[in-house]
């Protein structure tokens, strides 16, 4: 069994910055993906923002590159998101989701959602 929980929503005026994490605990073996997600109010899907690989190589929504840099600590087994340049459009709740090994001994690795933090960006 594995959680993950977020924190570092809020409301903050266009232009500001809030910082999200999210950490995964229980039975981890390794964490081949940490990817951030959100989903507008009204909207039907959730979006990728960012992601990152235990190799480090991240990739980004376009409109939020340059905005936004998701970090991670496999010690910890957290993911950061820290957004800068909050723009009204970003307001959504933000998911985190990894994806999970949780035994040495299988290839199996399965997604976890966290349960989403509000992000609210004022004009």
């Known amino acids: 069994q594995v959680q993950l929980v977020e924190s570092g929503g809020g409301l903050v005026q266009a232009g500001g910055s809030l910082r999200l994490s999210c950490a995964a605990s229980?039975?981890?073996?390794?964490?081949?993906?940490m990817g951030w997600y959100r989903q507008a109010l009204g909207k039907f899907e959730r979006e990728l923002v960012a992601?990152?690989?235990?190799?480090?190589?991240?990739n980004y929504k376009d409109s939020v590159k340059g905005r936004f840099t998701i970090t991670r600590d496999d010690a910890k087994n957290t993911a950061d998101l820290q957004m800068n340049g909050l723009k009204p459009e970003d307001t959504a709740v933000y998911y985190c989701?990894?994806?999970?090994?949780?035994?040495?001994?299988?290839?199996?690795?399965?997604?976890?959602w966290g349960q989403g933090t509000q992000v609210t960006v004022s004009s």
């Open positions: 992601s990152i690989t235990d190799g480090g190589d991240t």
């Open positions: 989701k990894f994806i999970i090994a949780t035994r040495p001994s299988s290839n199996t690795q399965y997604q976890y």
């Open positions: 229980g039975s981890i073996f390794r964490i081949s993906l």
